[in-house]
């Protein structure tokens, strides 16, 4: 079985600063990765996904996350925050399994952007 | 952009009677989810549904849950005698193929209070 980590409850960050959410898996076969962003009483919008090739994939927003597979993280980054980042932020893998995948995630990441 | 509607977005029970909630997935999707999230704690998977039948549930998914597609448009959970426990917000999410490399695309939540 599959299992994310997000050590991160909570971040919090300057407006403009940049920032990193950290994400890591476990899995014994090959993942697929997403991140999923959470604003308040809304529910779950796709920022971003790796499926293969280039291990840098960009998102919404200016967000853009690394795949390392030897390290088996998916990092979430951000050069520059703006006060409308503050969310809760989800990583998720999922792995082919021949029927309707589900999405396994990771306990989230609650980043609060201040002036 | 086509969105996946849930409906209440707030239901608020007396233990041990029956809820349902109602998904209208985007219309050209043809797989179906159900997740929870219990306050402060990560969103968990609950059942995927494809062609009129469950693909996998789990081990949240007991007897007391049950899920239908009554007819073109909506996709419903039905919570037969809810406990305490059952409060949580229920997302519906929906892809357009069963390939888990497929984003899912989330519904806004219905969040279910159970007194």
């Known amino acids: 079985a599959q299992s994310v980590t997000q050590l991160d409850s909570q971040v919090p960050v300057f407006e403009e600063a940049p920032v990193e959410l950290r994400c890591n898996y476990s899995s014994s076969v090959s993942v697929y990765l997403f991140w999923y962003v959470q604003y308040p009483n809304q529910g779950l919008q796709l920022l971003l996904k790796?499926?293969?090739?280039?291990?840098l994939v960009k998102g919404i927003n200016g967000f853009e996350a690394e795949f390392n597979k030897s390290q088996t993280s998916f990092h979430l980054r951000k050069p520059s925050v703006h006060i409308s980042d503050t969310a809760e932020y989800f990583c998720a893998v999922s792995v082919d399994t021949g029927t309707a995948s589900k999405l396994t995630f990771g306990t989230g990441t609650r980043l609060q952007v201040t002036l | 952009e086509p969105e996946v509607t849930q409906t209440p977005s707030h239901q608020v029970t007396q233990m041990g009677q029956e809820v349902i909630l109602r998904c209208v997935p985007i219309s050209n999707h043809l797989y179906f989810y159900w997740y929870r999230q219990i306050l402060g704690q990560k969103v968990e998977f609950l059942v995927s549904f494809y062609n009129n039948e469950i693909s996998e549930k789990s081990e949240i998914f007991d007897d007391q849950f049950s899920v239908e597609r009554p007819d073109g448009s909506n996709f419903t959970l039905k919570i037969r005698s809810t406990k305490l426990e059952d409060s949580a917000m229920y997302f519906c999410?929906?892809?357009?193929?069963?390939?888990?490399?497929?984003?899912?695309?989330f519904g806004d939540g219905t969040r279910l209070s159970i007194l």
């Open positions: 999410a929906s892809s357009r193929t069963i390939s888990s490399n497929q984003p899912q695309h």
């Open positions: 790796y499926l293969s090739g280039s291990t």
